[in-house]
């Protein structure tokens, strides 16, 4: 029998592989075939998109190259992907002790983050242009408090 220290362990060990490549949560979770088709499409929409030159770009400051480098057709997929194999791992991974209305944080997020591809051309902060990276993340966070705080309120808990 798994203690709750494990199953802790191994939720946190599949929700980061998850966060640094999608389908890695799977892979981990022995779906070897959910893991394959994950990391495939991570891998078509990341060069369909141009995205890892658009982090480039980002992480240099030079939001306006991300802009142009960037398909946001095929980038718009991104987040939904991303989220949901975030999702799918830690559910997978948590069995059956799962906390109520627990997919509402990475729902959100996905929600969020496509809203900020969408925007991300012409969104500007205090004077300062985004980009396609850095709004999407942003409001991928957001989407994450957002359905924290949703799912607590449903449950009935405090998320304090």
Do not use: H
Not at 55 to 83: H, K, N
């Amino acid at each position: 029998m798994t203690s709750k220290k494990q199953l802790n362990d191994k939720r946190i060990e599949v929700i980061l592989w998850s966060i640094a490549f999608p389908g890695f949560g799977q892979l981990l979770n022995k779906q070897y075939f959910k893991g394959a088709i994950l990391l495939f499409l991570e891998f078509l929409i990341n060069i369909k998109s141009n995205l890892n030159l658009a982090i480039i770009s980002s992480f240099r400051g030079e939001a306006a190259s991300a802009i142009t480098i960037v398909d946001p057709q095929w980038l718009m997929f991104y987040p939904c992907l991303y989220t949901y194999a975030i999702w799918d791992a830690y559910r997978d991974a948590a069995g059956e002790r799962r906390r109520p209305f627990a997919y509402l944080p990475l729902v959100f997020a996905a929600y969020l983050g496509t809203i900020g591809v969408i925007y991300a051309a012409n969104f500007e902060f205090m004077g300062t242009l985004l980009g396609p990276i850095w709004l999407p993340i942003i409001l991928l966070m957001i989407g994450v408090g957002l359905g924290l705080t949703f799912m607590f309120l449903l449950a009935g808990k405090s998320p304090v």
